[in-house]
């Protein structure tokens, strides 16, 4: 299993971005699709999740209400809208597959797949 992000980029505060993360390889059964970050000198941190088909997401509580995480199971590609973001969001974000999941565990350690990381820069 491959994962592949893109999206990331540079934007003013208060702007928007979309990530996007393409899962490719043998998919079988259930799973979660997971977006992390990590800033520099900063431990990486769950952002989103969601299960196979879009049915549970869960969110952190500092991009909850800015940040919407959606799925397209055909194509098996995870999407991280976000929104308002502010220079704190400044990170190399990371999307993840937890196989078999079903739940959305917010602990990387519970992750087996890991894409290249893409950067968001939020400048003030």
């Known amino acids: 299993v491959q994962l592949q992000a893109s999206g990331g980029g540079l934007v003013q505060a208060g702007g928007s971005l979309r990530l996007s993360c393409a899962a490719s390889?043998?998919?079988?059964?259930?799973?979660?699709m997971g977006w992390f970050r990590q800033a520099p000198g900063k431990e990486r941190e769950f952002v989103a999740g969601i299960t196979r088909g879009g049915g549970r997401t869960f969110l952190s509580d500092s991009v909850k209400g800015r940040f919407t995480i959606s799925h397209d199971g055909a194509k098996n590609i995870v999407f991280l809208q976000m929104n308002s973001l502010k220079p704190e969001d400044t990170a190399v974000y990371y999307c993840?597959?937890?196989?078999?999941?079903?739940?959305?565990?917010?602990?990387?350690?519970?992750?087996?797949?890991w894409g290249q990381g893409t950067q968001v820069t939020v400048s003030s």
């Open positions: 993840a597959l937890d196989t078999p999941g079903p739940v959305v565990r917010t602990v990387s350690r519970f992750y087996d797949y």
């Open positions: 390889g043998r998919l079988l059964g259930t799973y979660v």
